[in-house]
């Protein structure tokens, strides 16, 4: 059977196209390396160079083994390199960014704990990233495009409209999902402007509003800051509201309909090569948000 080592001796001699500067390249000496090539070419029953006093040279049968050979170390190199990156321990730095401001600030702590070799760059922005230049892994809300990356679903999560005690003794209980248009909505921006369309589901019945905006916000934690504050009404999912709602600094509006769930998906670039780190936040966050019962269990 051919020895993976006498392969690599033979490339590095044809690409030296010499013994001693290839022996000083591999750190062997060079009558371990000859006895590879030796060896070799016995295995193959074939003579692979031409050796002179002078020079080495390629025989047509070594030429056609380096065209080969190359190839499949390189390949094998990179077979290895992938198996020893995907069982090495996480460490070094990952870049994230997520929409999912509150999920994330509530499960990092429990992150970095677990793997205390890693440092993480945090960017929240609605913005959508380039996974290769901007970030390693990113935790996006609702929809994914087709954008050739990987996007898998974590879980849903339940929305809800609420507003704070202080702006409905100011404003008054809507008595309907109509009255709606007449309070000020705090919501994230619309696509190219425009409102944001809210959904609402009860008993097969379903209704759809558009309601003008009185304040667009592109971060989830700042709209519940301002619907406690008191400055209007707005939906909000149950993981980030849900303190506000124990507490009762906020409570539901019209409980009995239902607004419909949103996916939280964690992108990343490709399966293909994944690093350590990614791979890491990708389990973890797989782990901890298949287990935690956000809807129903809310915490700050």
């Known amino acids: 059977m051919i020895d993976l080592n006498d ?28 006895r590879c090539i030796a060896r070799l070419e016995e295995e193959l029953d074939a003579r692979l160079f031409q050796r002179t006093t002078r020079e080495v040279a390629l025989t047509p049968t070594g030429e056609a083994l380096q065209l080969r ?41 429990a992150f970095l704990e677990r793997y205390p070799g890693l440092t993480v760059a945090v960017d929240v922005s609605s913005e959508t990233k380039d996974l290769l230049a901007d970030a390693d892994v990113a935790i996006r809300l609702g929809p994914m495009p087709d954008s050739g990356v990987v996007a898998t679903r974590l879980r849903s999560v339940k929305r809800y409209l609420c507003a704070s005690p202080s702006y409905i003794d100011r404003r008054g209980m809507p008595g309907s999902l109509d009255d709606l248009a007449e309070l000020d909505t705090i ?33 989830e934690a700042s709209i519940k800051s301002l619907l406690v504050d008191g400055a209007g ?4 999912s149950a993981y980030c509201a849900g303190p506000a709602l124990a507490s009762g600094q906020l409570v539901r509006l019209f409980p009995e309909w239902s607004i419909p769930s949103v996916d939280v998906n964690i992108v ?16 973890f966050m797989k782990e901890r948000l298949g287990a935690t019962k956000y809807d129903e269990q809310p915490e700050a």
């Open 187 to 219: 919501d994230m921006p619309g696509a190219y402007g425009r409102p944001r369309c809210w959904t609402f589901t009860k008993a097969g019945e379903t209704k759809r509003l558009e309601i003008p905006t009185r304040a667009s916000v592109n971060d």
């Open 69 to 109: 050979c190359a190839g499949l170390l390189g390949a094998l190199e990179d077979a290895v390199g992938e198996v020893r990156s995907s069982t090495s321990a996480p460490r070094g730095h990952l870049r994230v960014t997520s929409f999912a401001a509150n999920l994330l600030r509530r499960e990092l702590p």
């Open 7 to 34: 392969l690599r001796a033979f490339e590095k001699v044809a690409a030296k196209k010499s013994f001693s500067a290839a022996a000083r390249d591999l750190g062997l000496p060079k009558s371990t390396l000859s």
């Open 268 to 283: 990343f670039a490709s399966r293909r090569g994944l690093s350590p780190n990614v791979r890491a936040f990708v389990d």
């Open 233 to 236: 009404i707005g939906v909000v």
